[in-house]
């Protein structure tokens, strides 16, 4: 028989045991959930990150996302969706926070593992400690929409609307001298406005064209997420004759009804009458050849004064240009040097406008081949748009063979960014 010291000691051994795995359970917890499949490139997809602790939280968690070429990994922009779970008989307070990853192109994206921060006291009514949590890796593999393959990239949306105004309305006859301004605007339902491409509105020769700087921005309303960007130009007409601007087609998947559709501007055809109405026979009573020698000598001397003063203003402009191009140059070289992403890509854009209007970032060419500069220079954007942290020098290292080349590259060179609109 087993005497009653013996069962003591069972019974103390056994709440010794119970009682280690009670405090062995973990005070926090992390669990990630990857998005739901298909993911499609250009498409803007949830992952959640759950968060568990014994206790509560004493701070917003702070997401260490990693920094990735061809996609972008963006932190919460909602509040957590905060709940009790519980796990191995032990109560947790949770917050699950939704995190969205979005591939720029198709592709296989390795997402490395991140660190989360937060605080949670060990016990209730104790000072609260750090915690740092790390996820799992996981692989996200990003198609294309079907029937969208021949397209270099394509938007993802559960609504895309693109629309056009006229200011004036353009006649179907004009003069030398007419403006027309033309706005273009886009929206997208569950896109961030970061993403959407640039609109093309270019002008036929004969026609000049100014274009102000887009306005983009995203909007929250009841949950529901849009965005737009909206592109305004001025259309001058120099010169007579018979214009066409092409229409606007602009691919989209569709995510509701899971079909490709295209939104669409159509062209428009005008005329332009370089005529100069008659003069009429009236006003000229006076006799033309006495003058005839007047005007003339009159005409000529006011020509040449005009060419002296046109030669000296076009002098000093090329020479104000050309150190405002130097100083800008020096003001991006100093921002890379400090590392700061927009104020970076601010100055990129400000020297590339002073270089040439076709050294724009979207189709800015270049005659050596750096395989990393279109990288670095899309790591900068990435960076400028997130506010994430950034290292300018080695994109500040390939800019210094820029300024000598960029007058000498033509038009069929290597582009440095993929185009944003592609056409099929």
Same mark, same amino acid.
């Given at each position: 028989?087993?005497?009653?010291?013996?069962?003591?000691?069972?019974?103390?051994?056994?709440?010794?045991?119970?009682?280690?795995?009670?405090?062995?359970?973990?005070?926090?917890? +992390?669990?990630?959930?990857?998005?739901?499949? #298909?993911?499609?490139?250009?498409?803007?997809?949830?992952?959640?990150?759950?968060?568990?602790?014994?206790?509560?939280?004493?701070?917003?968690?702070?997401?260490?996302?990693?920094?990735?070429?061809?996609?972008?990994?963006?932190? #919460?922009?909602?509040?957590?969706?905060?709940?009790?779970?519980?796990?191995?008989?032990?109560?947790? *307070?949770?917050?699950?926070?939704?995190?969205?990853?979005?591939?720029?192109?198709?592709?296989?994206?390795?997402?490395?593992?991140?660190?989360?921060?937060?605080?949670?006291?060990?016990?209730?009514?104790?000072?609260?400690?750090?915690?740092?949590?790390?996820?799992?890796?996981?692989?996200?593999?990003?198609?294309?929409?079907?029937?969208?393959?021949?397209?270099?990239?394509?938007?993802?949306?559960?609504?895309?609307?693109?629309?056009?105004?006229?200011?004036?309305?353009?006649?179907?006859?004009?003069?030398?001298?007419?403006?027309?301004?033309?706005?273009?605007?886009?929206?997208?339902?569950?896109?961030?406005?970061?993403? +959407?491409?640039?609109?093309?509105?270019?002008?036929?020769?004969?026609?000049?064209?100014?274009?102000?700087?887009?306005?983009?921005?995203?909007?929250?309303?009841?949950?529901?997420?849009?965005?737009?960007?909206?592109?305004?130009?001025?259309?001058?007409?120099?010169?007579?004759?018979?214009?066409?601007? #092409?229409?606007?087609?602009?691919?989209?998947?569709?995510?509701?009804?899971?079909?490709?559709?295209?939104?669409?501007?159509?062209?428009?055809?005008?005329?332009?009458?370089?005529?100069?109405?008659?003069?009429?026979?009236?006003?000229?009573?006076?006799?033309?050849?006495?003058?005839?020698?007047?005007?003339?000598?009159?005409? +000529?001397?006011?020509?040449?004064?005009?060419?002296?003063?046109?030669?000296?203003?076009?002098?000093?402009?090329?020479?104000?240009?050309?150190?405002?191009?130097?100083?800008?140059?020096?003001?991006?070289?100093?921002?890379?040097?400090?590392?700061?992403?927009?104020?970076?890509?601010?100055?990129?854009?400000?020297?590339?406008?002073?270089?040439?209007?076709?050294?724009?970032?979207?189709?800015?060419?270049?005659?050596?081949?750096?395989?990393?500069?279109?990288?670095?220079?899309?790591?900068?954007?990435? *960076? *400028?748009?997130?506010?994430?942290?950034?290292?300018?020098?080695?994109?500040?290292?390939?800019?210094?063979?820029?300024?000598?080349?960029? *007058?000498?590259?033509?038009?069929?060179?290597?582009?440095?960014?993929?185009?944003?609109?592609?056409?099929?």
């Amino acid at each position: 028989m087993t005497s009653p010291l013996t069962k003591a000691l069972g019974g103390l051994a056994v709440w010794l045991a119970l009682s280690s795995l009670v405090h062995s359970a973990e005070p926090v917890l +992390l669990k990630l959930k990857p998005p739901e499949e #298909p993911v499609y490139a250009g498409q803007n997809v949830g992952f959640t990150v759950q968060l568990l602790t014994t206790t509560n939280f004493a701070s917003v968690p702070v997401f260490q996302l990693p920094r990735l070429s061809g996609c972008l990994v963006l932190p #919460p922009a909602d509040r957590p969706l905060i709940g009790t779970e519980t796990v191995d008989d032990t109560d947790y *307070a949770s917050q699950i926070h939704e995190l969205r990853f979005i591939a720029i192109r198709p592709g296989r994206y390795q997402i490395p593992a991140f660190d989360v921060r937060f605080e949670s006291p060990p016990e209730f009514a104790k000072p609260a400690i750090e915690r740092r949590l790390r996820t799992t890796p996981m692989t996200i593999e990003a198609k294309s929409p079907p029937g969208a393959e021949k397209y270099r990239s394509i938007l993802c949306s559960r609504g895309l609307k693109l629309t056009e105004t006229w200011e004036p309305e353009l006649p179907k006859t004009a003069s030398v001298g007419d403006t027309f301004t033309r706005t273009v605007t886009l929206e997208a339902g569950d896109m961030p406005a970061m993403l +959407l491409p640039p609109i093309p509105l270019t002008a036929p020769t004969g026609m000049k064209v100014y274009d102000d700087p887009p306005d983009v921005a995203d909007h929250t309303e009841r949950g529901v997420t849009t965005s737009h960007r909206r592109e305004r130009v001025t259309y001058v007409c120099e010169s007579g004759g018979s214009f066409e601007l #092409p229409g606007i087609v602009l691919p989209w998947w569709n995510l509701d009804s899971s079909t490709l559709e295209q939104a669409t501007l159509p062209g428009a055809k005008f005329t332009v009458d370089a005529v100069v109405a008659p003069q009429d026979a009236a006003s000229r009573g006076l006799d033309r050849k006495s003058q005839h020698r007047w005007w003339s000598v009159v005409v +000529l001397a006011f020509l040449g004064c005009a060419v002296v003063v046109a030669s000296s203003l076009f002098i000093r402009r090329q020479r104000g240009r050309a150190d405002d191009a130097h100083v800008r140059f020096r003001l991006l070289m100093e921002c890379c040097r400090q590392s700061d992403a927009p104020a970076a890509l601010t100055a990129l854009y400000g020297w590339l406008d002073l270089v040439g209007p076709k050294n724009q970032l979207s189709t800015l060419s270049v005659t050596s081949a750096d395989p990393d500069l279109r990288q670095l220079v899309d790591e900068m954007e990435t *960076a *400028a748009v997130l506010g994430s942290p950034w290292d300018g020098s080695p994109l500040a290292r390939r800019l210094r063979l820029l300024p000598d080349t960029l *007058a000498n590259t033509s038009s069929s060179g290597t582009h440095l960014l993929p185009e944003l609109n592609p056409t099929a």
